[in-house]
């Protein structure tokens, strides 16, 4: 089974289930982009993020008679959650994360910074150098789209810890893009 526009998701999961090993290197090639995309939004070392894509995919494969397909799309977003849930699990396990329990004062927000002018490629730069705790919190919440309460317990955090890490990821990363703004205008 080979990787082109005439094999469906649903053929290569089916593979998949049936052990096809061509199947398994179709799933890899078409997901391993997106994956390893989620990881780094999460880790900064490449070589955390090597090693969680490949925990990933073993325990896709692995766990792969879990997986209900549910259409097209539906076998991407079940690995991006694989890779979320491991990435953050790897940072728990290094005690890498911290939380500040404090809250914050609401201040009314600034009008949110254009980000259309700025590549992606640097948005993403921008994203992983927030603190480790800000980047969970802002990638679950904005990404993985949870709510505070899911987000606090799955880290282990009060639910208003969530709201002011991603109060300030918002913050810092509004900075950082007003100040590239600021560097790269024409």
Not at 159 to 186: G, V
Request: charged share 30%; glycine share 4%.
């Amino acid at each position: 089974m080979s990787l082109d526009e005439t094999v469906t998701e649903q053929q290569i999961v089916n593979g998949v289930k049936n052990g096809d090993r061509k199947a398994m290197h179709a799933m890899y090639d078409l997901l391993a982009g997106s994956a390893m995309a989620t990881a780094v939004r999460y880790l900064n070392d490449g070589d955390d993020c090597r090693d969680v894509l490949q925990e990933c995919f073993l325990k896709a494969f692995t766990r792969i008679n879990e997986f209900s397909y549910r259409g097209q799309g539906s076998l991407r977003a079940w690995m991006t959650r694989i890779v979320a849930n491991e990435s953050i699990n790897r940072l728990k396990r290094q005690s890498r994360l911290t939380f500040l329990d404090e809250i914050l004062v609401e201040e009314p927000e600034d009008e949110p910074p254009d980000i259309n002018v700025i590549p992606l490629e640097e948005i993403n730069r921008m994203i992983a150098a927030l603190p480790t705790g800000y980047r969970m919190v802002f990638n679950q919440f904005v990404f993985e789209r949870k709510s505070h309460k899911e987000i606090a317990h799955m880290l282990g955090i009060k639910e208003n810890s969530s709201a002011s890490q991603f109060l300030r990821a918002k913050r810092l990363l509004a900075k950082m893009i007003n100040q590239y703004k600021l560097e790269h205008d024409d």
